[in-house]
């Protein structure tokens, strides 16, 4: 061999001794300090106390010996900003704690989509994080360790810690990675274990982790009353959506079927899981939170580990029901390179009127583009809508006048044949044949016009378009709110709970009654009851309607103000329509022809 040969080769081994030394003197397990630069936010108050356990107590087989890494000794936050949102993000555990939309506002903030307990009403303790990690199922204690960070860019950052320990003491290590779009309220989240060639598999109770949402989405609110604040649960599945139900908030609600997407949907904004091709095990939870009774939870468990390591990649969206926002996930102009997720599902009513209501709000953004004021384009819609019923809202009004021309005849029937129903029932319908009329179309074409007032009612109740839409300056400058003329809050009205006085249900009260005058018959303002609900009805409506969104009233004013001009015309046509009928039905004067005078001769 060549003396240069040798040389190389003892200096190779030397340098191989030396570094493997200086690793396992400085570095054990292959561990490396987190650079102090990474972080470019500045870090929270130091943590007292002895560092948090990196698994849950109760894990079997965990190991707290003082040759451990003990990971860092403070807490860091760091904040992603992009030009829709501002993230808040911690060390501990990795998780978010924080998540604004900066396009959306509440009360003078940023709507806040992480919705946690106030800290007065919380006693004190931690609110909780959202993203968190669990090993195990979704009774685990969320992992809450200190971990290192590295803030990859701008909109990029990881969390990991490789001090885990299994059942069996095999240590592994835990990354967590955010990658935030600029232009998207879209993100990815990429779980990674890893155990190297130590861990032959992960199980915890049946599961590897669990991956948890919650205590609530927001942004902040008083009440859910299932009508005008809400929060649905969604699954998404073989080009089906899914409400699902929970019955006890201390039960979740869980889901072992392979789905697209899951969702949390609130009145105006959403947060949408989208996991990868992993069998999961989803669940919603409403368990209450100390300071926050009405929770929203959701949790994808991860199914146990049957090789050594694994990276799970997850995308969510946070953000507005809007059709301008989730529809490019179906076209796949999105930077995931995402299509045909119909994600647009969450943020549409399900059942039956959803294509009526798909149509009506077709025409209700034409007429906005037309007139930029979504108060307008509510009147608009309202007229379009009424014009295109007349014809109905006609034949309804011919057909009870028919019937109040053959009220004598019929009468007459029922006094003549009393003892006989049978009889009657037969000579009744051979008089409806023989007028040519059905004591039911009357009623056919209000039947017809209910689903289309009913699916106004929930688009004026629930689009996202209204949320913040002016229609008069220094009156009404929130649709998707009720609108006040004063207020004395924080003061309210016993027992209805009022702090603020209202034009437009006062408005509403006195449409109504002036309609209701307009449109009875002669034989219902003779009829006592009739007359009650004439007058009972608007009241009961104005205790129902006197908190509900501004632009949900000024649908049910201009409802009623076209009705009564409606009503108008048709009164002017029935008057001839009746004339004309009680002129058919006179029986023609019987002229005698004089005699004929006989001539004298």
Partial sequence: MEKNT???????????????FIQAKFFPAGQTPASPQAVEAPSAAPVTGPAPQALPQNLPGQDTAGAMDAGPRQEEHVIIDTPLVRVDL????????????????????????VLSPLPEDSGGAAPPHAFSVAFGNLNARPVDSLFYVNRISDYAVEFYRDDFVDGAGNRFRLRKRYTFKPDEYMFELAVSLDGGYSIPSLNMNGAAYTLAFGPQIGPRFEKL????????????????RKEEKIKDSNTPTIITSRVSWAAIAGKYFTFIAIPDATQYEIAFSTRPEPGLPSASRFYMSRPALTASQTTDTYRFYMGPKSQKNLGIYDTGINSFNLREMDLSRAASSSGILTPVETGLKWFLALFYRLIPNYGIAIILLTLLVKILLFPLTKKSSESTLRMQTLAPKIKELQEKYKDNPQQMNTKMAELYKQEGTNPMSGCLPLLIQFPIFIAMYNLFNNHFDLRGAMFIPGWIPDLSVPESVFSFAPHRIPILGWSDIRLLPFIYVGSQLLTGKITQTPDQQANSQMKMMLYIMPVMFFFILYNVPSGLTVY??????????????????????????????KPAPVIIPPKARKRRK
């Fill in 556 to 585: 049910w004013i201009m409802t009623n103000f076209l009705s009564l001009i409606q009503q108008l015309i048709i009164n002017k046509f029935l008057k001839q329509k009746r004339a004309a009928i009680e002129t058919a039905e």
């Fill in 6 to 20: 040798i040389i190389a080769v003892v200096l190779s081994v030397v340098v191989i001794t030396a570094y493997t």
């Fill in 225 to 240: 009353d299932g009508r005008y604040d809400y929060r649905h649960y969604i699954t998404y599945a073989n080009e089906k």
């Fill in 90 to 113: 911690t060390n501990a555990g990795g998780d978010v704690v924080s998540f604004k939309l900066k396009e959306h506002q509440e009360s003078g903030d940023y709507v806040e989509m």
